[in-house]
């Protein structure tokens, strides 16, 4: 099942090269570019986390969707710019100028098959701001290229409310409750709840500074600088019920941006007369 969680009919591989030829309406059909990682997620998750999640919410909102809604997905880009966990065994990493590379070329082949709207649906939390790049230069090198660099976790979801019950919710951001929670929906299997342990940042400002972790005033950091474990949180009361729930709420946000997207004209700001 080389489609993995994606419906089959719209994972983009599977289509002929003539039914792209003759695609109706081509500059409003949404392609979206699942992309994670592979990186350690503490004793207890496998390395496919952020790949999975980002995977796994696309199919389940794939599946919400309308029929008439013309949205695709492309294979996975399972590797990432991960160096902030390159101290743990397992983790594989791009270079932020070799993520750019790649997505740029995937952006230029999307743009000469006659597409319009690309979506960058982004799980790591390690690579935001390299994915905002490129997609501004795309835009700007093909101005009716619309490009969404977005990122799985911030559509109106429920980790919210299970996290407000965490010690420290703003700390809870690798390889926690949410994460630990989800992948016990996808993946159970390659789930071991009897490794997983709680462990928060160390080191960090204290409280009255006005420095932190992440936010504003952020610091540059590894992972192995702040955690013996690899983990960030608290995982050990992770369940696939709170998975399942996860999972909906994730999906049925995303299965209304699908919509906005599909929707969305480019803004055409209107020539100053003199």
Known sequence: M?????????????????????????????????IG??????????????SAIATGVLG???????????VYALPTQYYGKSNEHINFPGTITLSAQTLLAVL?????SIY????????????????????????RDLHLQYPDLMVFPLFVWRVPNASGELLKQQPHPELSIHADLGETSLLLSLLPDQVHMERAVKEYPQGLPPEDSLLSMEGKLPFAWATHELSQSGVFGDPTGATSEIGDRLLDSLAQSWAQV?????????????????
């Open 60 to 70: 389940k909102a794939l599946e919400l969707i309308p029929e008439t809604l013309p």
């Open 258 to 274: 699908f919509q906005d997207i599909y929707d969305f004209s480019k803004p055409n700001l209107a020539p100053r007369h003199n």
């Open 2 to 34: 080389m489609h993995s969680f994606i419906p089959p009919h719209r994972f983009f591989p599977y289509l002929t090269w003539t039914e792209i030829r003759d695609m109706p309406h081509k500059e409003n059909v949404v392609i979206v570019q699942p």
């Open 104 to 108: 740029k070329e995937l952006g230029e």
């Open 112 to 135: 000469r098959a006659g597409f319009r709207k690309l979506v960058f649906l982004n799980a790591h939390g390690g690579q935001p701001e390299v994915i905002s790049i490129i997609a």
């Open 37 to 50: 990682a592979i990186e350690q997620h503490g004793p207890h998750l496998p390395l496919i986390v952020d």
